[in-house]
Structure formats: structure tokens, C-alpha cells
């Protein structure tokens, strides 16, 4: 397996290796196929090679099922490293600062008209 290869290259990659064996008449059992497929991966995908073949009899299990179960791992798996790639990200942008200033007039004025020429009855904000 390659680093950042996405399985369904993999499994491309696979079918082709098998399907040249075959022209030259190598037979396949299906167990043998899961077996082959599953010792492909990298350690990444540790997890899941030990959840299979602890759970299935890797005899009779269809690689058409292996297949599938392999995209939503890698579906789902590539979903939680972004979410925590971004979660990582968030954390270290600095956290962002807002200062309220309010002006007041020394005269009693009232707010209700504020203009352009009283700007000292306004509340400004500022972000940094």
C-alpha cells in the first residue's frame, strides 16, 4: 500500500495483479483472496484487518463485502481526520478579542439623535 492511496485504487491495483495471474491459469479460492487483500494494507488499517478476520471466516467471506466494507472504513476514517485536522486547526488560531468603547458627552445630551457631527454619542467597536 501507498502512502495517501486511496482504496479504491488499491483495489484496482489488486484486480488487476489478480486477473493477470489468471491468464496465466493461477486459480484463486476466495479465502485465499481475502487473505491477500487483507495482509495489502498498511498498519493504519490494523483495526479493521484484525475486526475481519476475528469476526468472518475469511473462507467464505465475499470480497465483494470486503470491498465495501473497506470504502466506508476509509470513508469514514478520512471524515474523522478532517474533523480533527480542523478541530487541531481552530485551537490554534488565537482567540479573538473584541473591545467596547462607549463615548459619553459631558453635557447630558440625548442619544436619541445621533449625526454625523456626534460621533462622541456613538459606541464603537473594534476588533483585533
Request: proline share 3%; charged share 35%; net charge negative.
Amino acid at each position: 500500500m501507498k502512502q495517501d492511496e486511496h482504496i479504491v485504487d488499491i483495489i484496482t491495483r489488486f484486480t488487476d495483479i489478480i486477473n493477470g495471474l489468471k491468464s496465466f491459469d493461477r486459480k484463486f479460492t476466495n479465502g485465499e483472496l481475502v487473505s491477500k487483500m487483507l495482509r495489502f494494507f498498511s498498519e493504519d488499517w490494523n483495526s479493521l484487518r484484525m475486526l475481519i478476520e476475528n469476526t468472518q471466516d475469511v473462507n467464505t467471506y465475499p470480497l465483494e463485502e470486503l470491498y465495501r466494507v473497506l470504502i466506508t472504513y476509509e470513508l469514514n476514517n478520512t471524515e474523522t481526520k478532517e474533523k480533527m485536522r480542523r478541530s487541531k486547526e481552530k485551537m490554534k488560531e488565537p482567540p479573538k478579542r473584541q473591545i467596547v468603547l462607549k463615548s459619553t458627552n459631558d453635557e447630558g445630551s440625548s442619544n436619541t439623535n445621533i449625526s454625523d457631527e456626534e460621533p462622541d454619542d456613538l459606541v464603537f467597536l473594534i476588533k483585533k
